[in-house]
T-cell receptor, first 113, second 114 residues
Framework: GNSVTQMEGPVTLSEEAFLTINCTYT??????LFWYVQYPGEGLQLLLK?????DKGSNKGFEATYRKETTSFHLEKGSVQVSDSAVYFC????????????FGGGTRLMVKP | DAGVIQSPRHEVTEMGQEVTLRCKLI?????LFWYRQTMMRGLELLIY????????DSGMPEDRFSAKMPNASFSTLKIQPSEPRDSAVYFC????????????FGSGTQLSVL
């Protein structure tokens, strides 16, 4: 079956540090890949997505590249801000699974001033 | 648009009581998803509807859980009777693609069963 594995948190960084949150997946076929973000007290919001190999999704300074050869979709940001503190979820959607999202366990990011 | 609206935001109840969680979809969306979030199990899909019809309820944990869509814009998730292990944050999400892509989540209902 499909699955998504994320690095365990929390990840604690100082403001302006470089961020990487690792995500790897297992899926049949050619899934689409997503990063969702959950700010405190809120529901998840779509952050970025990539629908095919070598695509790069980007939004709000965050980037992730769909790497089929390593089945990875790592999230990166060059300079984090305190306002980026949130929980980040990697997810995949596969036609072989009824086009439903499979989420990873989430990674909490804490950015200190 | 106000987005996906869930009520109540917080619910505290005693074991054995009936709990009803409510969700209003974004206008024009035709798919509705109920998720449960806990520290232990993360985000779990409980059930989803497409055009008011339940498509997959395999994630519903037990017969104590039931979900309905009485109309195209509204859904309820009911737990009867509730148990302490049901304590979690329950999210509903909607989309207009008929798939899991581009979900819009509500702010969730924090349920505590004592």
């Amino acid at each position: 079956g499909n699955s998504v594995t994320q690095m365990e948190g929390p990840v604690t960084l100082s403001e302006e540090a470089f961020l990487t949150i690792n995500c790897t997946y297992t899926a049949t076929g050619y899934p689409s890949l997503f990063w969702y973000v959950q700010y405190p007290g809120e529901g998840l919001q779509l952050l970025l997505k990539a629908t095919k190999a070598d695509d790069k999704g980007s939004n709000k300074g965050f980037e992730a590249t769909y790497r089929k050869e390593t089945t990875s979709f790592h999230l990166e940001k060059g300079s984090v801000q305190v306002s980026d503190s949130a929980v980040y979820f990697c997810a995949l959607m596969s036609p072989n699974a009824g086009n439903m999202l499979t989420f990873g366990g989430g990674t909490r990011l804490m950015v200190k001033p | 648009d106000a987005g996906v609206i869930q009520s109540p935001r917080h619910e505290v109840t005693e074991m054995g009581q009936e709990v009803t969680l409510r969700c209003k979809l974004i206008s024009g969306h035709n798919s509705l998803f109920w998720y449960r979030q806990t520290m232990m199990r993360g985000l779990e899909l409980l059930i989803y509807f497409n055009n008011n019809v339940p498509i997959d309820d395999s994630g519903m944990p037990e017969d104590r859980f039931s979900a309905k869509m009485p109309n195209a814009s509204f859904s309820t998730l009911k737990i009867q009777p509730s148990e302490p292990r049901d304590s979690a944050v329950y999210f509903c999400a909607s989309s207009f693609t008929g798939t899991g892509e581009k979900l819009f989540f509500g702010s969730g209902t924090q349920l505590s069963v004592l």
